[in-house]
C-alpha cells in the first residue's frame, strides 16, 4: 500500500530564460517533444527534495527540503545549501555566491520547506514562497524577495505573511499569493492575495475569499496559474465557496474585470469523495497552456471511476456555465499525480504513477493495478494535448513521492523530485531533458482536399482515384498494394505518414506510406482491450481527426469515437459517440468511412455519400450522394492521400471499381468443357472436342478476370489464362462427386466441394469445415467463398445453408416448400448476403442482397443452372441450359448461346468482375 503522506505542491511556471534587466515572460511554447536523455551535466541534490524550480537570467533557481549538493565529476565537494541554491545550467557549477539558506527540514513529517518560487518582473529577483521561518539564522515571513545573485532580502518589498505560502505566480507587476491565509499584511483576504511586485503593497483589485473547507477545518487555495495576458487565474485547493459561490476545489478568477470577479465557470468534477479521504483536498497541481486557452489539473485521492481522483484533466479556459465536463480525463488506476506543465506540444505530467490510460474498474485504497488498455509509464509521462492518451516520449523515473517541479524552458523541460534516477541514468533530485534531439508535436489535421481517395474492394483490390469532396475521377488499381493482405482490412485510416488498418482478426496494424506505396505492416499494442471494447473485427469504417479516432460498427446506428495518438500509436479506452444518437443519421450498413477536407465521406447502400462536418459531428442536413459516382462503393477501407491523379472531365462518371471494371462481361461452359464469352470476358480457352473422362460441372475465375478454371464431376481441374493448377481430386477416390468449385480471393487457391458436403482444398485455400459426416437431407448443389476468403457456404438442393469459417447465415430455403430444386447461389459482394436460384429461376434474397426479378413465373424452354450477380451488387444474371440469358437490375444482356447449337448443355455461368 502507498504510504499517501501530506504532499506539498509546487508552483509550476513554463518561463522563458531571463536577461538580466528585462521583463520576464511567463509561457514559452514548444514545437515538439524534449529528448528522452536528460543532459549530464546536472547538479546532484543529495537529500530531500526538489519542490520549485525557476530560471533566472544566466542561472536555476531551486527551492526544496534539501541541504547538500554537489557538482558532477570526480572529486566534487558536498555544498551546504539549505532549501534555495542557484546553478549555471550551461555546466551545472553551483554558484558560489548566491547563499540563502532556509531552515527546511528534509523530514517529511515537518512542515517547513520551499513550496514556490517566481521571478521578479525585471529579472533580477526571486519570490520564494514557502513553510519556512529562518533566512541564513534571521526570522523572515513566509514570503520573501531576493537578490537573484546573493540571494540577500530586497529591502524594497514588505509584506506580512505568517501563515504558508502555497503557490505564486507572477504576472506583469503583479504577484498572486495562494495558500491558507485568511488575512494578509493584516487585511482580510481568504486564500488568494495579489502583491505589487516590487514592493509587496496588497492589491485592491483582487478580494475574493474562498472559503469553506471540502474537508477538515481550514481551508486553502493549494496551487493557481494565471494567463499569458494577465486577464484569468484558476486556482484549485480545499474549498467549496469562492465569493460566496458553490466552487468545489477549483475556481476561475476573472482578473480582467474591476474589481476582479469569480467567472461564471463551474464544474463538480472534483466534487467527489476518492477511494482514501484523508485527503482533504485532491488538488495537486495545474498550470495553463501558453496561449491560455485552456488548462490541465493534476489530482490525487485515490481510484474512482467517475470523479477525478488520481488523474489528468484537461478543462477548456473559455467555456462557460455551471456543470461543465473536461475535455479529456487520463486516469493512473490509483496512483497520485503530483505536478503538470503544459508546452503547447506536449503535457507534461509526474507524481508516483506506474500506468496512464487504466480505467481499472474497481478502485480500492490498496495500490493500482493496471486494467486493459493500461499503458506502463513510471513516474513521468508526456500527454498528447488533444487527448491526454501518453505519447511514445517514456524515460522512466523512479517513482518515490512523486515529481514536485516540472518547469519548461525555451530549451526543454527541468525536472525536480525526491528520487534520484531519471531516463535510466544517476540524476538525483533534479534533471533537464533538452528540447534539441526530441521529437516533433503530434499530428492533428486530417488529410487536405482534393487528394486521392483510396478503396479497398472485398475481393482485396487497391484503387486510388481524384477526389475533391463533391467528384470523384476514373480509378487506377494500386499495383500489389504493398504486397498486403487487403482482404482482412477492417475500416483503414491515415495521419502522419502512416496507414492503419483493422483486421478481422482484431489487431490494429500501421504502416509506412511511401513514395512506391505501403510498408511492412507492424501491430500495434492495445494493451489487452478486448474486442467488447474496441470491436475491431466488426468494425465497418475509421477515420482519424483532432485526436479522435471515429469507427463505425457492424449492426449499430452510431458513429463512435475514442481517442488516439499516432505518436505512440495509443487507443483510449473511453468511447462516445459523435452521431447517429437521434441527429437524423444512421450509419449501420457503412462500408467505408473517410473524412479529408473537413468532410465526412462514406458508403452505404452502394453509393457514396459526403457530409458537412463540424465540432467533431456530422452535420444533419447536409448529406448528399456524391453527383458522378457510379457502381457499388461498398468498401473494406476507404481513406484519402495527397495525390495527382487526374480530375473527371466535365460529365465524366467515376466508376467505384478498378479500372476497366465498370466494363460488364460473363463466361458459360457447357458439360463438354466449351467455352462461350461476352462483353469484356474474353475467350481465354476451352475444351470443346476434347475427350474428358467425366463431364465438366462448374467453373471459377481468378481475381484479375483474366483467367478460369473448368472443374470435372471427378474433380479434375483445367486452368486458362492467369488461373494456375494447385491439384485436383482427378486421382481419388470419391464418395460422391464434385459439383461446386470456389477461389481465393488470392486467385492463389481453390476449394472443391462433393454432393455430400466433403471439402478439398489446394493452394492457399483453408480447411473450414464440411457436411461429410453429416446425414443430409438433400445433395449440395454449390458453393461460395465469402470475400475475404476466410470462410463459404454449401447450398443443399433444398436450400438449407451450411455456414463455415467467417461465412454468416442469413437465412435458407431449407424449411420452404419450393416448386424447384435449388440449383445454385452466389454472395453479395460485400458478404453480408447471398442470393440462391432455383431450376425455374425463382429467386431467395438474404442478408443485404436485394431482389431485382425472377424468372419464376415466366415459362422456360430449358431450366436454369446458373446465376452471378453484377460487380455492384445491384443486379444478376441467369442462365439457362440452353444458354439463354435473362438479365435483372444493372446487369446488362450481353449475348446468349441460345442460339449457338450447343453441343452439350450448359452447367455453369459465371460473371468477370
Known sequence: MVNRRRRFPVVLLALLALVPGTAQALYAPHAGVVSANPADNTPNILDGMVTAIVPLGNRMIVGGTFSQVQEVGAGKPVLTRRGLLAFNPATGVVDPGFVANLDVSTDPTVDRSVQALAPSPDGRSVFVGGSFTLLNGVAVDKLVKLDGATGTLDPNFHVTAKSAV????????????????????????????????????????????????????????????????????????????????????????????????????????YNTQCSEPGFDSQMRDLDLSPD?????????????????????????????????????????????????????????????????????????????????????????????????????????????????????????LWVGSDTDTIGGEHHAKVAFFPLAGGSPAPTAASAPLPGDLYTISAGGTLARRYFDGSVVGAPTVVPGGGGADWTSVRGAFDVGGRLYTGRDDGRLQARAITGGGFGAPTDLDLFGTPDTQFPVTRVTGMFYDNGRLYHTVSGDSRLFYRWFTPDSGVVGWDVFVAGGDGDGFDFNGVQGLTMAGGRLTYSKGGALHAVDFRNGRPVPGTDTVVGNAVGDWSSLGLFVLPGNSAPPIPGQLGSAGPAGAAAPGYWMTGSDGAVYAFGSAGALGSLANTHLNKPIVTMAATPSGQGYWLVATDGGIFAFGDARFFGSTGGIALNRPIVGMAATPSGQGYWLVASDGGIFAFGDARFFGSTGAIGLNRPIVAMAATPTGRGYWLTASDGGIFAFGDAAFFGSTGAVTLNKPIVGMAPAPTGRGYWLTASDGGIFAFGDAAFFGSTGAVKLNKPIVGMAPTPTGRGYWFTASDGGIFAYGDASFLGSAGDRGLKAPVVAFLARR
Not at 483589485?205 to 474537508?215: A, C, G, R, S
Not at 506506474?354 to 480500492?364: E, I, K, M, S
Open 166 to 269: 502555497k503557490d505564486i505566480a507572477l504576472s506583469g507587476s503583479l504577484l498572486y499569493v495562494a495558500g491558507g491565509f485568511t488575512t494578509f499584511d493584516g487585511q482580510p483576504r481568504g486564500g488568494l492575495a495579489a502583491l505589487d511586485a516590487t514592493t509587496g503593497a496588497l492589491d485592491a483589485n483582487l478580494n475574493i475569499p474562498f472559503t469553506v473547507p471540502n474537508q477538515g477545518s481550514a481551508p486553502r487555495v493549494e496551487t493557481i496559474a494565471v494567463s499569458a495576458d494577465g486577464k484569468t487565474l484558476v486556482a484549485g485547493g480545499n474549498f467549496k465557496t469562492v465569493g460566496g459561490q458553490n466552487r468545489v476545489q477549483i475556481a476561475m478568477i476573472d482578473l480582467g474585470a474591476h474589481p476582479a470577479q469569480v467567472a461564471d465557470w463551474q464544474t463538480d468534477g
Open 292 to 412: 491560455g486557452s485552456w488548462f490541465v489539473v493534476v489530482s490525487t485521492g485515490g481510484y474512482d471511476r467517475h470523479g477525478l481522483c488520481d488523474a489528468a484533466a484537461r478543462w477548456e479556459t473559455g467555456a462557460r456555465g455551471t456543470g461543465l465536463q473536461p475535455t479529456w480525463v487520463d486516469r493512473s488506476g490509483g496512483d497520485s499525480f503530483t505536478a503538470v506543465d503544459v508546452t503547447g506540444a506536449a503535457v507534461y505530467v509526474g507524481g508516483h504513477v506506474r500506468w496512464l490510460n487504466n480505467n481499472r474498474p474497481n478502485g480500492t485504497s490498496v495500490d493500482a493495478t493496471p486494467g486493459p488498455g493500461a499503458v506502463p509509464r513510471e513516474g513521468i509521462a508526456a500527454l498528447d494535448p488533444s487527448n491526454g492518451l501518453p505519447l511514445s516520449w517514456n524515460p522512466g523515473r523512479d517513482r518515490g513521492e512523486g515529481t514536485w517541479a516540472l518547469v519548461s524552458t525555451p530549451d526543454g
